[in-house]
């Protein structure tokens, strides 16, 4: 995992990640959990994930409507429309 929050308190950086599909819920909370620990000192009160695929979006919303550290957004590949 590569982190880049900023310590500080007078700004802040879009700081995102980009989450790979398939996660379940009890993955997505560990992930969280684990992130949060780590980035304490931090004082990360969110993170934005970017989903990669469409196969978790239950998973994302379940988790987004539950737990206020995450939210999410999907990535559209501008080169890739889906025209079905």
């Not at 700081?15 to 379940?24: E, V």
């Amino acid at each position: 995992m590569g982190f880049h929050f900023p310590p500080s308190e007078e700004y802040w950086v879009d700081c995102h990640n980009h989450l790979s599909s398939g996660k379940t819920h009890s993955q997505l909370y560990a992930m969280l959990n684990e992130w949060f620990a780590r980035l304490d000192g931090f004082r990360l009160g969110k993170v934005m994930e970017i989903a990669e695929g469409t196969d978790a979006f239950n998973v994302y919303k379940d988790v987004s409507s539950q737990d206020k550290r995450f939210s999410w957004l999907l990535h559209m590949p501008f080169n890739k429309p889906d025209v079905k």
